[in-house]
């Protein structure tokens, strides 16, 4: 997939997700993932992370 279709996807999906109404969760969800990911790759010898509670 070049480039040009990845940006044309994501923007779509941007609008889509500005429209709905629905950015700011899905925001917040990337931010977490970004924070698990991290959490995940970090060595043994680093500190916690600081998470946000999970909210249901």
């Known amino acids: ?3 040009n279709k ?3 996807m994501a ?3 941007a ?3 500005v429209s ?3 950015l700011p969760k899905i925001l917040k ?3 977490i993932a970004q ?3 991290i959490k995940e790759s970090q060595a043994s010898k680093w500190g916690m992370p600081m ?3 999970e909210i249901k």
């Open 1 to 3: 997939m070049g480039i």
């Open 6 to 8: 990845l940006i044309q």
């Open 11 to 13: 923007s779509i999906l």
């Open 15 to 17: 609008f889509i997700a």
């Open 20 to 22: 709905s109404g629905q």
């Open 29 to 31: 969800q990337v931010k």
């Open 35 to 37: 924070l698990q990911l």
């Open 51 to 53: 998470l946000p509670p």
